[in-house]
T-cell receptor
Framework: GDSVTQMEGPVTLSEEAFLTINCTYT??????LFWYVQYPGEGLQLLLK?????DKGSNKGFEATYRKETTSFHLEKGSVQVSDSAVYFC???????????FGQGTTLQVKP | EPEVTQTPSHQVTQMGQEVILRCVPI?????FYWYRQILGQKVEFLVS????????KSEIFDDQFSVERPDGSNFTLKIRSTKLEDSAMYFC?????????????FGPGTRLTVL
């Protein structure tokens, strides 16, 4: 079945460092891809999405490009801030019910 | 800004007891979902619900689980006879449509602890 694999965490960076969180997927058909973020004590929030190959999703300085040839959707940010500390989830959705299939989540800790 | 709410935030129960987790989705949304996250593991899909019936369910969603939209605002998940392995964070989500590209809005979760 469909699945998502994320890089293991936690990831610890200094403020203003470059961030990459790797995400690869396995799916039949043409899924939509998402990054969700979970701040401490809160629910999951959509960070960005891409619905077809070569689309780039972006939000709050984060970017991810839907790469069909490598089945990847890596999350990047050029300069992280302490406030970016959270758990990041890569997810895919396919079919006609919209259900999400998540990766295991990657914890990001940014130190001042 | 509209948001999905869930109650209670934390539920502690004895094994074998019934629990009902409650969610209020965003008012104009038509698709509703339950997910769960066992500590340290992935967020897993349980069930999707549309037009007063289940549209899809996972293997996890067996006969001990049920969902209901008892009125125009609430969406509930019932676990009939809880097991230790049901201890998890349960998230409710809603979306305007059930298409693959649509954003789902998540509630803050209910932490269920089964003793």
């Amino acid at each position: 079945g469909d699945s998502v694999t994320q890089m293991e965490g936690p990831v610890t960076l200094s403020e203003e460092a470059f961030l990459t969180i790797n995400c690869t997927y396995t799916a039949t058909g043409y899924p939509s891809l998402f990054w969700y973020v979970q701040y401490p004590g809160e629910g999951l929030q959509l960070l960005l999405k891409a619905t077809k190959a070569d689309d780039k999703g972006s939000n709050k300085g984060f970017e991810a490009t839907y790469r069909k040839e490598t089945t990847s959707f890596h999350l990047e940010k050029g300069s992280v801030q302490v406030s970016d500390s959270a758990v990041y989830f890569c997810a895919l959705s396919s079919g006609n019910t919209g259900k999400l299939i998540f990766g295991q989540g990657t914890t990001l800790q940014v130190k001042p | 800004e509209p948001e999905v709410t869930q109650t209670p935030s934390h539920q502690v129960t004895q094994m074998g007891q019934e629990v009902i987790l409650r969610c209020v989705p965003i008012s104009n949304h038509l698709y509703f979902y339950w997910y769960r996250q066992i500590l340290g593991q992935k967020v897993e899909f349980l069930v999707s619900f549309y037009n007063n019936e289940i549209s899809e369910k996972s293997e996890i969603f067996d006969d001990q689980f049920s969902v209901e939209r008892p009125d125009g605002s609430n969406f509930t998940l019932k676990i009939r006879s809880t097991k230790l392995e049901d201890s998890a964070m349960y998230f409710c989500a809603s979306s305007e449509a059930g298409l693959a590209g649509n954003e789902q809005f998540f509630g803050p979760g209910t932490r269920l602890t089964v003793l």
